[in-house]
């Protein structure tokens, strides 16, 4: 959102989470993130928080046909059960056909308790919004003063808004690229081939990955991760 808050005030392949080491310059396709467990139908290198307690993940979380469908409500999020400092993170969201689009978002180095909303760097995908960057609850970053807020929030705590340099989200119905790189202090993030936003003095420089469910049905496909390892030389 354009210096608003980023969940208003309401505030949200088969897959197999997979750990590589390659040379950052290698950093090309990533594995898969994500699949289920037959027995049970979870799924697998995840975990679920939502604000209603005891929420099952598949009652809002499902995962059919390659595409990972979130319902958006209860909100909260599926969080990686493995952190991740450096890498290259892609993957595909939309909103559903024929349904109005809403809020959602990836965020990334996530630390401290399960809330909402936690310590982390959110990539931002609300309607209108695809592309700013968020510091939620103390997470530091920096960029252009121009494209660069902060406020505090009685409930979300410290909050950091970096504007993205440009819309280039599709239309409700169409998949959208994210391309988001994570090095050092350093987080860029593409939309559909073009860089929209770069943020510095990232900081904490790790933690685990997130997918929200904020109250609007959201798509998901292609989540793809590759850390990034430099060598020696």
Known sequence: MKSKLPFAVTMPGLILLTALTVPARAAESGKPLLRVQAD??????????????????????????RVLAC????????????????FVLRLEWRWP????????????????????????????????????????DGYALSGQAERSKSLEHPQFGRLTNLAKTEPVEKKAGEW???EITADGPTVTLKINGKVVNRATGCKPGSGTICLTSEGNEIHFRNVRLTPIVRSAD
Not at 52 to 63: I, K, M
Not at 106 to 122: C, M, N, Q
């Open 40 to 65: 049970s139908g979870e799924l697998v290198g995840w975990r679920s928080f939502h604000q209603e307690p005891d929420t099952p993940t598949g009652a809002v979380w499902q995962l059919a046909d």
């Open 71 to 86: 319902k958006g409500l209860p909100l909260g999020y599926i969080r990686t059960e493995k952190e991740y400092a450096n």
């Open 97 to 136: 056909p024929g349904k109005a689009p809403g809020k959602g978002g990836v965020l990334i180095r996530t630390t401290g308790p399960d809330k909402i909303w936690p310590k982390s760097l959110e990539a931002q995908i609300n309607a209108g919004d695809a592309g700013d960057f968020w510091g939620l």
């Open 176 to 178: 959208n690229t994210y």
